[in-house]
């Protein structure tokens, strides 16, 4: 059963996989949509790496000592 975390974390990963809603990009010029784009793929990274640490770190000590 996945934990509270990793739940959270992986509808924050399917959050930014989808695009931006129009409101938010109206008044952005082409600079701004270009940062709005990077920011979004530096965050969905961030996420993805969160993930995978709090599974690597949390489950393995929750499953017991590797032996």
């Not at 996945?2 to 739940?7: L, T, Y």
């Not at 809603?21 to 790496?49: F, T, W």
């Amino acid at each position: 059963m996945p934990c509270k975390i990793c739940i959270q974390l992986e509808e924050a990963v399917a959050a930014l996989a989808e695009p931006d809603r129009p409101s938010i990009l109206l008044g952005l010029n082409v600079p701004g949509l270009r940062n709005r784009a990077r920011q979004r793929d530096e965050q969905q990274i961030k996420v993805k790496l969160d993930l995978e640490k709090h599974r690597r770190s949390f489950h393995k000590t929750a499953d017991g000592p590797a032996s």
